[in-house]
């Protein structure tokens, strides 16, 4: 499995690297359950979305994971049948929800195996691949609970990467602010973390390690 893991959304002008030249079926998911809070935008970010990934070879379709929050145990064969999930910015908090509760984190793991599977996200997308959200609520809102979320559901990470993703830091993005003190926050306490300007990425060709919860101290 490969991991594209972005600030910012991406351009149709530039392929990045982490996305294989050939593909098995060329079908791409995009998740979009960032935004769950904002229900407007998702048609006119799918839109945008769909059309970059379609200039790079991929047929989309839309992943919505609150599908799968009664029958977690049908996402892994939506994925088998995808090259790519590609997981929209908003509120981090929201979209590790989601995954917590559609299973997506095992379903996600059957995958390490396949050469030619992409996990990739920017924002919100890419900050659920750590292992954990701290610093980010000073960004997002962690409270925000959309409607047909159990509340109970923890906000839990992938642990793909060892370390926190910061978007949009020392950018000109509206969270920029929210960023720097993030970053600021994390290295007080001594916690791994990376920092993307937008227009910057994470590249992983191979990642075949075991997902597991929760991250050993």
């Known amino acids: 499995m490969r991991l594209l893991l972005s600030s910012w959304f991406l351009t149709p002008d530039s392929r990045p690297s982490a996305l294989p030249g050939t593909l098995a079926t060329g079908r791409a998911g995009i998740v979009l359950n960032a935004l769950d809070e904002y229900g407007r935008s998702r048609a006119r970010d799918y839109a945008r979305e769909s059309c970059t990934l379609e200039t790079f070879g991929y ?11 009664a029958a977690p145990e049908e996402l892994p064969e939506r994925l088998d049948g995808l090259d790519l999930v590609w997981a929209l910015g908003a509120n981090a908090f929201v979209l590790a929800r989601a995954m917590t509760q559609a299973g997506f984190r095992d379903a996600l793991q059957e995958q390490l195996h396949r050469p030619e599977f992409t996990y990739g996200g920017y924002s919100a997308g890419a900050c659920v691949t750590g292992p954990d959200l701290q610093g980010i609520d000073l960004i997002d809102d ?8 159990p509340p109970t559901t923890a906000p839990e990470c992938l ?16 969270d920029a602010e ?3 003190r993030a970053a600021s926050h994390l290295a007080k306490r001594g916690l791994s973390h990376h920092c993307l300007r937008d227009g910057e990425t994470v590249n992983v060709h191979d990642t075949t390690r075991p997902v597991t919860w929760p991250p050993s101290s």
Do not use: N
Not at 59 to 69: G, I, K, M, P, T
Not at 142 to 149: A, D, I, K, R, S
Not at 162 to 173: D, G, L, M, N, Q
């Open 59 to 69: 047929a989309c379709e839309q992943l919505d994971l609150r599908d799968y929050f």
């Open 142 to 149: 962690p409270t925000v609970l959309p409607e047909g979320y």
């Open 159 to 174: 642990c793909l990467v060892p370390y926190r993703i910061v978007p949009h830091w020392r950018s000109e993005h509206r």
């Open 178 to 180: 929210g960023a720097e």
